[in-house]
Structures are given as structure tokens and as C-alpha cells.
């Protein structure tokens, strides 16, 4: 099965930096998402790694280190529209498995 | 537009009732998905079909039924409603094959249907 685990609840403030960590543990590894949700909006695709290094795209970055069972999410700039939940999930052979999300709120 | 979409947005309805909710995409994609939202905001999967034909189906109550009349449509009938269903479901869909390559197929999600059981 999986096992998946990211913070909670995340703090950070308008145009800084914020990485939101994320640990798995899954039985068959095809690759690592990341979603971002909305409050009351469905999840949309960010990123996937499925090797090892970090993948950019514009002001959000996505880290994989799979003999750690680790990735992490890097929002860079952040803008108050960031505030969302984003998710961590893996793919086994079938459907996504999501962690529990991280809730993010930028402050001013 | 190409998207998933889903009826109703909002569902509410008394216990012991027997609710459908329906979900269509018009990508082209091979597999539909069903997964449950709850009050703690955990996404689960429930159902997975690939061209009508149920892969997934996770430990879900067999008060929920999933039919695929073919592999654009996937809806979802829920019988007895109680009050732990209330949540929000969302469908969704990918060109999702079973072969090692799976991983890099995205998930395309629809707007989410909102169910509250009173």
C-alpha cells in the first residue's frame, strides 16, 4: 500500500519562499504528484517527478529524492492567491493515492 | 470546452434517500474515477474505471454503485443516504493505462458535487 505524509498547516508571507515537504512510502513507484486545490475547488496538476532533481516551472519547483521516499513543493514569490491546499500523491500501478494535503495561507 | 463535468454542483437530501450523482467527459480519456472529499479535506479514491470496466473499487459501503453506460460517462448512485456520506465527490478522468508508464498520466478533475445528508 501507501503511506503518505506532508505538514498540515503552513504560514508564510507575501513574497517569500515556502517549501512544503512530503514523505512517502509505496510498494511500486511510478512517479510523484503534486496538486494544488482551491477552498471549494477541485485539485489541479502542478508537477510530476519521476527522477531524482528538482524540476522548475516559473515560480513553483518540485524536488524528488526517491531512495529517501522524499519531494518537497518550492513556491517562490509567493502571491496571496498561493493560499490553497496542495497535495502530495502517488501513483501506484492505478489510481492516485493523495497524502492529506498541506494548507498554505499567505499573509501580508 | 473539453473538461469533466459533473451534476449536480450541490445535492442536499434526508437520510435514508437514494441520490444519483452523474459525471461526463468529453477528453477522450480511457479512465473515469470517483473520489470522496471529506470534511478534513482527505481525497480517497472510491472507484476506477477503465472503458466501462471497473478496476478499482476500494472498501466503499455497497450502497454505492458506480455505473459506466460507456467511457465518457461515469456516475454514481448511492442508496439508504446517511449522514456519514455527506462530503464532496469528485469525478474524474485520465488516459490512464495499466503498464508501468501509468505515472505520467494526469488526472483531470471536474468541479466536485457537494452532498450533505441531513
Known amino acids: 500500500g501507501q503511506n503518505i505524509d506532508q505538514p498540515t498547516e503552513m504560514t508564510a508571507t507575501e513574497g517569500a519562499i515556502v517549501q512544503i515537504n512530503c514523505t512517502y512510502q509505496t510498494s511500486g513507484f511510478n512517479g510523484l504528484f503534486w496538486y494544488q486545490q482551491h477552498a471549494g475547488e477541485a485539485p489541479t496538476f502542478l508537477s510530476y517527478n519521476v527522477l531524482d532533481g528538482l524540476e522548475e516551472k516559473g515560480r513553483f519547483s518540485s524536488f524528488l529524492s526517491r531512495s529517501k521516499g522524499y519531494s518537497y513543493l518550492l513556491l517562490k514569490e509567493l502571491q496571496m492567491k498561493d493560499s490553497a491546499s496542495y497535495l502530495c500523491?502517488?501513483?501506484?500501478?492505478?489510481?492516485?493515492?493523495f497524502g492529506k494535503g498541506t494548507r498554505l495561507s499567505v499573509i501580508a | 470546452d473539453t473538461a469533466v463535468s459533473q451534476t449536480p454542483k450541490y445535492l442536499v437530501t434526508q437520510m435514508g434517500n437514494d441520490k444519483s450523482i452523474k459525471c461526463e467527459q468529453n477528453l477522450g480519456h480511457d479512465t473515469m474515477y470517483w473520489y470522496k472529499q471529506d470534511s478534513k479535506k482527505f481525497l480517497k479514491i472510491m472507484f476506477s474505471?477503465?472503458?466501462?470496466?471497473?478496476?478499482i473499487n476500494e472498501t466503499v459501503p455497497n450502497r454505492f454503485s458506480p455505473k459506466s453506460p460507456d467511457k465518457a460517462h461515469l456516475n454514481l448512485h448511492i442508496n439508504s443516504l446517511e449522514l456519514g456520506d455527506s462530503a464532496v465527490y469528485f469525478c474524474a478522468s485520465s488516459a490512464l493505462n495499466r503498464g508501468p508508464s501509468s505515472g505520467a498520466n494526469v488526472l483531470t478533475f471536474g468541479a466536485g458535487s457537494r452532498l450533505t445528508v441531513l
Open positions: 500523491a502517488v501513483p501506484p500501478n492505478t489510481p492516485l493515492v
Open positions: 474505471y477503465n472503458n466501462k470496466e471497473l478496476i
